[in-house]
């Protein structure tokens, strides 16, 4: 597809594109949840007040992965939704 400047995408790099975003965000759901229990087994054995602190400032952090999961999910299925076919429409078209 290409626009009035010139433009052009190429519809099955963004379909793979949308894959691999889907991929990553399953990724970041699945590794975190993976940290929550690492984390969970360290406090077994860490048992003093530091550990509190260290799970304090650890979780600010990882508690930003659950929105950028999101994120990227919001994105791929506006993509999905809107650009893809949009794109083949003017694909389709563009062929006849």
Not at 2 to 9: E, L, P
Not at 48 to 57: A, Q, T
Request: glycine share 4%.
């Amino acid at each position: 597809m290409s626009s009035n400047n010139g433009a052009q995408i190429n519809i099955n790099a963004l379909m793979e594109f949308n894959v691999t975003l889907k991929k990553f965000s399953g990724k970041l759901k699945d590794e975190s949840a993976k940290m929550d229990i690492s984390l969970k087994k360290l406090g077994n054995t860490w048992k003093d007040d530091k550990y509190s602190e260290f799970v304090s400032e650890f979780s600010v952090h990882v508690k930003k992965l659950e929105p950028l999961s999101e994120e990227l999910n919001r994105y791929r299925e506006h993509s999905e939704k809107h650009w893809i076919p949009v794109i083949k429409k003017f694909l389709n078209n563009k062929v006849k």
